[in-house]
């Protein structure tokens, strides 16, 4: 039942996304964008702390410290990426984080993943992939966009498996909410590369941006609180990596409601997004039964 939650998230994500790129067609630039779902973030976090926890000794104050270090510099990889190359060609690398979840869990946490799970995470990040290809897609800064993008998958996934590492100790109502926090903290750095709203520059996207940092902060809450309280890191990122098949159905049938011109895509990226769904699902498939 514990993997409700990051299919709730998938969801939520879509829905977050959607609005985020219409303020992004109204002029709000990515600096603004991150800057806004990380304080948004950081406060609805805060919602944890009934929950409970202690914190422990001062020597262990780094390990928040850090895991909320690293969803900052994994997000701003991931804004460098799209700012350097392509959708079609930064979307599906951060696809490869199911797979380092799982690598990183047998390092980190010294445990082993069953056969089945393996495959699942290789299905789910081939089924991204085929999800977001266009086949039109070129862009000569292709090789620094994949590294790029690398980083930013492999820094959500360090973040992922620290949490179950270390929030135990802690308690959710407290591990979580004090990362957040410092990320909240650390992401007023991007603050002198945000651009300034032009004069008489319309509301909408300020009303957009919001809404958008809203449902992902809303969705981070859900996916982050599961992994701390149930750990399953590896499946839970397999179940959540379905936000690829809901993001192509709400594109196709959606889209026009949000301003998305994605749907305008020709019958050849709709069949290889088809093949990704068909994957997605067989991943699902091994996780539940």
């Known amino acids: 039942m514990h993997l409700l939650l990051p ?4 969801v939520l994500y879509v829905l977050a996304v959607l ?7 109204q002029g709000v630039d990515p600096w603004r964008t991150g ?4 304080g948004v973030t950081a406060l609805l976090f805060l919602c944890l702390w009934p929950l409970g926890g202690e914190v422990p000794a001062l020597a ?15 997000q701003l990889f991931t804004f460098l990426a799209l700012q350097k190359g392509d959708v079609s060609v930064v979307t599906p690398v951060l696809g490869s984080k199911v797979i380092l979840v799982a690598l990183f869990t047998v390092v980190f946490l010294a445990e082993g993943v069953r056969l089945a799970l393996w495959i699942a995470a290789a299905c789910s990040s081939l089924g991204v992939v085929y999800l977001h290809r266009t086949g039109s897609s070129v862009h000569p800064h292709v090789g620094r966009t994949i ?21 135990p100790a802690w308690g959710a109502g407290r591990f979580l909410p004090i990362a957040l926090l410092f990320a909240g903290l650390f992401s007023l750095g991007v603050l002198p590369l945000v651009r300034p709203r032009p004069a008489g520059g319309s509301q909408a996207g300020g009303r957009l941006l919001l809404l958008g ?19 399953d890191a590896t499946a839970m990122n397999v179940i959540y990596s379905l936000r690829g098949l809901w993001s192509v159905l709400a594109v196709w049938g959606l889209g026009h409601w949000f301003a998305n011109r994605e749907r305008e895509l020709g019958a050849t990226a709709m069949k290889t997004r088809l093949v990704g769904a068909a994957l997605l699902c067989a991943a699902v498939g091994l996780v539940l039964f």
């Open 7 to 10: 299919l709730a998230s998938s």
């Open 19 to 25: 609005f985020l790129k219409q303020a992004a067609t």
């Open 35 to 38: 800057l806004a779902c990380n």
């Open 60 to 74: 262990q104050f780094y390990q928040p410290v850090l895991v909320g270090l690293l969803f900052v510099v994994a």
């Open 147 to 167: 590294g790029l993008a690398l980083l930013a998958a492999a820094g959500y996934a360090l973040f992922d498996v620290l949490i179950m590492k270390w929030a």
């Open 213 to 231: 940092a809203f449902f992902i902060a809303l969705q981070a809450l859900i996916l982050v609180y599961g992994l701390a309280l149930f750990g």
